[in-house]
């Protein structure tokens, strides 16, 4: 794993090459262990470099063997050893035994074409020193990140927006739209991002600069129209058994120690289960804690610890804990947030890096492809109450469905109505499943100024999500539409990037995600929707591949939600120090984004009561992070957060 930075023009070839340094430096926890930097007439492509597979040889930047292609990547290619030996058996010799040296001699070889045969999570930038084109392409689904600027013939790209900030020509202000998309998404569409003038490659997607422009263009795309497979429940399990023991395999490739996270729940048992097959060696497992009992899993935890034997640490997480790091989170996240959730996330890697590990497995990606969430089930549920929609009983069911929200328990029929009553019997709508969280997470754009508003002429970001629909989306399944909109919106631009990536590699941990193998995801793709959600009860078809190996209490455990408290954490009696300045009149006036009067009141309305719904503690916790990222980030606050020096730095001039 590593960051990636570069600036490409035709001029000021000097100062290019300081400013990519100060790039570089502003990204170094991503890449602790070594530096590069690759330079030339009209291009200059960084990379730091956290190692972990061929630690001596696999430094970057990395020619292929003609020297006319130079590369810097971020990621894994988990294939590299099969490509590696289909390069040599056409007789060439590789110098190093590095994934790097394998993709940037694919490209050599095939161009863009060469994606296809990648099995890995990967962003890279390739430079034709001969054509004078750039190359860059990220993963299919997201998983590592990739952005750029282009401005005035100048392309800037980096693993991270801070980084392309370093470059002085870029300008740092918000964008109204992407703002208005992450309180709607909880993230933005790509390749929309927070500030204006910055995009973001799409997952699946390659990008080409060259001298008459940029150009982007698609090479995958998740689909759930492919003739479904068939075949009896067996035949498919054996199936899934086979691509996820291969993926599990792949990605404990490596020179260093893979461990895990083990959360309690369904998912990170069942890559553990796989990973003790595979490799029966003592295996370390790192899970979270909280000290509210409605957040916390221990006692699962436990359950699996005890069953796999498992070398296992945690870290409990109080809202002190998320108070004191919630700055910290916003920087690495680059975009406000409507839950806190990530803060614990940066505090479980950083106890993973305190114990010498540079790689965990975790089970991110198999909610979205065997109907995990909740969402998946409250879609049915309300399908089959707008069928009845004036029933006291129908409604009901959606009480099952959230044992852990204390409001829930004894919901009546009328206040589950108000609640989850939008828009229900539109059920012919192809984004139905999401309307309802789409219009809650909505709410937050109350508290915007009119002057925040001004000039956005009507626009509706919950029309932003027609621009990415694939062809003959209205015609799939319901569940399968659904599937669609979480995977592509929400589990990359929140899950796989704030939550994921961003924290991880702020400790400097690559994550790795069995799950999402592109193999996995196709062949799950096809898997009848019944064997994924049975009625309403979820990932059935896991739930029977593990049902003989991971604890019978995790089996038949309700589904619970990763989630972190939100209100307490900010607004409790020991106020964190930049609580109160976030939310005065003085700065919410500066930063011009929200109403003071409409903030005050919700939040005195908590102080009061101590209660905060849904939608208030989505409010908050977006509310006080958009304020903490335009102190950070347009008022150039950065005190705690300054760039670190590039020890050894590889200098390669052209």
């Excluded at 995958?220 to 691509?243: C, K």
């Excluded at 809202?319 to 910290?328: G, R, S, T, V």
Aim: glycine fraction near 8%; proline fraction near 4%.
């Amino acid at each position: 794993m590593c960051g990636i930075a570069g600036i490409i023009n035709t001029n000021e070839p000097t100062q290019r090459k300081a400013h990519v340094k100060n790039m570089l430096s502003r990204i170094a926890y991503r890449g602790p262990d070594e530096c590069g930097i690759y330079h030339s007439a009209k291009a200059t492509l960084g990379n730091v470099r956290l190692s972990i597979i061929d630690l001596a040889g696999g430094q970057q930047p990395l020619s292929d063997l003609t020297g006319r292609y130079w590369i810097v990547f971020n990621g894994e290619i988990f294939n590299y050893i099969e490509l590696k030996q289909d390069i040599e058996s056409r007789g060439y010799r590789l110098k190093t035994t590095s994934d790097t040296e394998v993709l940037v001699q694919l490209y050599a070889e095939y161009g863009n074409k060469c994606l296809a045969m990648l099995n890995g999570q990967f962003a890279f930038a390739i430079w034709d020193n001969q054509k004078e084109e750039l190359f860059m392409a990220r993963d299919r689904v997201g998983i590592r990140p990739l952005f750029y600027n282009y401005e005035n013939d100048v392309l800037t790209f980096g693993s991270e927006i801070k980084s392309i900030f370093e470059n002085p020509t870029v300008e740092r202000r918000f964008s109204k739209h992407g703002m208005l998309q992450m309180m709607t998404y909880w993230t933005t569409i790509t390749p929309a991002s927070a500030f204006e003038g910055i995009s973001e490659v799409p997952p699946g997607h390659y990008l080409v600069w060259n001298k008459r422009g940029i150009s982007i263009e698609n090479y995958w795309q998740l689909r759930f129209d492919e003739p479904e497979i068939e075949g009896s429940l067996e035949t498919i399990l054996e199936e899934f058994d086979d691509l996820f023991t291969n993926s599990i395999r792949m990605r404990l490739r490596a020179d260093v120690e893979v461990a895990a996270y083990l959360s309690g729940g369904i998912d990170s048992s069942a890559t553990v289960s796989y990973i003790k097959q595979v490799e029966p060696s003592v295996l370390n497992t790192f899970s979270i804690t909280f000290g509210e009992k409605d957040f916390d899993e221990s006692s699962y935890q436990q359950d699996a610890v005890k069953y796999f034997n498992t070398n296992h640490r945690s870290i409990n997480c109080t809202a002190k804990d998320i108070a004191e790091h919630f700055p910290k989170v916003v920087w690495h996240s680059e975009i406000p947030m409507i839950r806190t959730a990530p803060t614990p996330m940066m505090l479980l890697s950083g106890l993973v890096r305190e114990h010498g590990i540079k790689v965990v497995i975790t089970g991110e990606g198999a909610d979205e492809m065997l109907a995990g969430y909740n969402i998946f089930k409250e879609s049915e549920v309300r399908r089959f109450w707008a069928r009845q929609p004036k029933s006291a009983i129908r409604p009901l069911l959606l009480t099952k469905l959230y044992p852990y929200l204390p409001q829930m328990k004894n919901a009546s029929a009328n206040m589950l109505k108000m609640f989850f009553g939008f828009k229900l019997e539109e059920t012919d709508d192809s984004l139905y499943s999401h309307l309802l969280r789409w219009n809650n997470s909505g709410q937050i754009t109350k508290h915007l100024t009119p002057g925040f508003i001004d000039g956005l002429n009507g626009y509706d970001p919950k029309q932003e999500i027609h621009s990415i629909l694939p062809e003959g989306f209205s015609g799939w399944g319901s569940l399968e539409k659904a599937q669609w909109l979480e995977a592509t919106v929400f589990m990359s631009g929140y899950l796989l990037s704030t939550q994921g990536d961003r924290m991880g590699m702020a400790n400097s941990i690559e994550g790795r995600y069995p799950f999402l193998d592109h193999r996995l995801i196709e062949f799950l793709a096809k898997v009848p929707s019944g064997y994924k959600l049975k009625g309403i009860r979820e990932k059935y078809l896991l739930k029977q591949l593990v049902k003989d190996r991971i604890p019978g209490s995790i089996i038949s455990r309700s589904k619970q939600a990763y989630r972190a408290p939100i209100a307490s954490v900010f607004f409790s009696e020991d106020l964190p120090e930049y609580s109160a300045y976030m939310i005065s009149d003085e700065y919410l006036g500066k930063t011009g984004l929200f109403k003071s009067d409409s903030v005050k009141g919700m939040i005195n309305k908590y102080r009061k009561t101590g209660v905060a719904t849904e939608t208030e503690n989505m409010a908050i916790a977006t509310i006080m992070s958009a304020q903490m990222l335009h102190y950070q980030f347009i008022d150039g606050n950065n005190e705690g957060l300054s760039m670190n020096r590039l020890e050894n730095l590889k200098l390669i001039e052209e």
